[in-house]
């Protein structure tokens, strides 16, 4: 057998490869089955969002930064909003926080089923993809009923609220709520115990909590290796202090601890959104009371000279927010999802920049992968749970 | 912990380095010389628990002088505790990179020199991250246009005459060992 001459083989691997998650592209160096070395190449899905928010008025990058992830569009626009109201100074009523920390926890969980189904999919469980969307499908619905748009909302304005919530949210809301723990059941039963699907992701794709700190991976991730940092409970935003709920994490770091950690999040976020429910009555306050930012009521706009003028100065000018710069951070569903802003007091933003997981996650796939086997590749890029518009921005 | 305690912990830890505290209204601020940045981020994660850099970006002050801000963003999970550096970069100044220190460091760089210029002294590979890799210029400068033409960037089409086809296929099958 000594004479055999074997060489490593160079395999590319995307951009256009239905598990990367968009475009993501891999050059990977093989030694047979092994993975030598992986190279990742992004920015295929860059779209200067960055550059154009600095072009627009602070509140028309509200849209813009949706299309970020555009899994978890309004976890983008919630930090972004989160930021400029702390230049700003603004605090907001109780009834626009729970509301905000409702559509952040079902965001959490669309996030979450499209990622139990395209990871499923990419093991050989490709019937989850239809169980998850369909459930998806729900929460694109209530999208559509508060904003008209399922994707991108652009529900979350800085100041609160675009308006107050449609009639039937509430009924709509718990219909999903009282029908979805039943689902991760069901999402349970097909996977948890399935011996496939364990043995694809037992003891695949290690990341331990010092490996995720070292390379800064904060979310999901490294709770599933054994920290238990969130945003939600280490820097309470938006009254998330006053809910009850655990974050879930697990301690063996590999494909399948990520995998239980996410669906142990969907059942928390569950919890979460009920408790916010109840807090929130069917019509009330939708935004501060702070006239520079928030435009007044129609009505009032046809009445009164007031009004009408600070209408006017809101959709021609814009407001300006004091000079500075502030970093607040979220927890999106695929860690912390932070917004970094500068002003320099006028009515465009100086600079936007969001912290972007998926970024960090694809920078250490590398470390995962490598002395893997390459079926295990695609296994841990789901795990991660890459978006490449959050990724590439 | 407020930006002047983090700065007399820092002092006696990395000596010879001037800090200065910034202003800010979220959490603790520190203005660091460039040349002190990778003491200073060592000493942070060893002996302040700031084990996670969260965030390398810069900021384009363009006409002020230093023209840019490069800005880290470090969390100490154990101290529920947030911090943020800044470098003063003059507009062809340089900053060494702290990948030594923090391994995630390295795309975060890379990115801030794609978008900025700004070049990371010591980076193992400082190269195109987000726009294509014969891009000229740097975008989010402040002096780099928002819209501009640019011809299309592509390779001239391969044009192969019948008998250069031929001619390459004759070589190729003398070449090859039967």
């Known amino acids: 057998m000594a004479d055999i001459r074997t060489e490593t083989m160079t395999v590319n691997m995307g951009p256009q490869h239905p598990s990367t998650h968009g475009v993501l592209r891999l050059v990977m160096e093989l030694d047979g089955e092994v993975v030598q070395s992986v190279m990742p190449t992004i920015g295929y899905l860059h779209t200067g969002i960055e550059k154009t928010a600095e072009q627009k008025k602070w509140q028309q990058v509200i849209p813009l930064v949706e299309r970020m992830d555009y899994l978890a569009a309004q976890s983008n626009s919630l930090a972004y909003a989160l930021s400029v109201e702390k230049l700003l100074g603004l605090e907001m009523p109780q009834r626009v926080k729970d509301i905000r920390v409702l559509l952040a926890e079902l965001q959490r969980i669309a996030s979450h089923l499209i990622w139990i189904g395209t990871h499923g999919l990419e093991i050989g469980a490709v019937s989850m993809l239809f169980y998850a969307v369909r459930e998806r499908e729900l929460l694109l619905n209530i999208n559509e009923l508060i904003a008209g748009f399922r994707f991108f909302p652009s529900y979350i304005r800085i100041g609160g609220l675009r308006e107050d919530l449609a009639r039937g949210f509430h009924a709509q809301v718990k219909e999903f709520l009282d029908r979805f723990p039943a689902k991760i059941d069901e999402f349970e039963g097909l996977l948890t115990k399935n011996d496939i699907y364990k043995r694809r992701t037992e003891g695949v794709g290690y990341i331990t909590r010092e490996h995720a700190y070292a390379w800064g991976l904060v979310g999901p991730i490294a709770r599933a290796g054994g920290s238990d940092y969130d945003v939600r409970k280490y820097f309470p935003y938006s009254g998330y202090e006053t809910y009850d709920f655990k974050v879930p994490t697990a301690t063996e770091g590999d494909v399948y601890a990520r995998y239980r950690v996410r669906v142990a999040e969907m059942r928390e976020s569950l919890k979460i959104a009920q408790q916010a429910l109840d807090r929130i009555s069917p019509t009330g306050v939708f935004a501060c009371d702070d006239t520079r930012v928030v435009p007044p009521p129609k009505d009032k706009v046809y009445s009164e000279m007031e009004a009408l003028i600070q209408h006017f100065l809101i959709y021609s000018q814009g407001f300006t927010v004091p000079a500075g710069d502030c970093y607040v951070p979220v927890e999106g569903p695929r860690g912390e999802h932070g917004c970094y802003i500068v002003s320099d007091g006028s009515n465009r933003p100086w600079r936007v920049k969001m912290r972007a997981p998926s970024f960090m996650a694809i920078q250490a796939l590398p470390t995962v992968v490598q002395g893997g086997l390459i079926a295990d590749v695609v296994a841990v890029i789901g795990s991660t749970d890459v978006v490449m518009g959050d990724c590439d921005r | ?178």
């Open chain 2, 1 to 178: 912990m407020d930006a002047n305690g983090i700065i007399e912990s820092l002092t006696p830890l990395v000596p010879g380095a001037a800090f200065e505290a910034g202003a800010s209204v979220d959490f603790a601020t520190v203005y660091v010389p460039a040349e002190h940045i990778v003491a200073t981020c060592a000493a942070l994660r060893d002996h302040l628990t700031f084990e996670v850099l969260v965030e390398v970006t810069a900021a384009d002050y363009l006409p002020r002088a230093p023209r840019y801000e490069v800005v880290y963003h470090l969390l100490s999970v154990a101290h529920r505790q947030r911090l943020r550096l800044k470098v003063r970069v003059a507009a062809d100044g340089t900053v060494p990179t702290v990948q030594p220190v923090y391994p995630g460091a390295g795309w975060l760089e890379r990115e801030v020199w794609d978008m900025f210029g700004i070049v990371f002294d010591g980076h193992n590979d400082l190269r195109r991250l987000l726009m294509p890799e014969d891009w000229e210029g740097h975008p989010q400068r402040k002096d780099y246009p928002v819209q501009i033409q640019k011809a299309a960037q592509t390779y001239a089409p391969l044009e192969v005459t019948q008998e250069q086809f031929r001619a390459s296929l004759e070589r190729d099958r003398v070449k090859r060992p039967h």
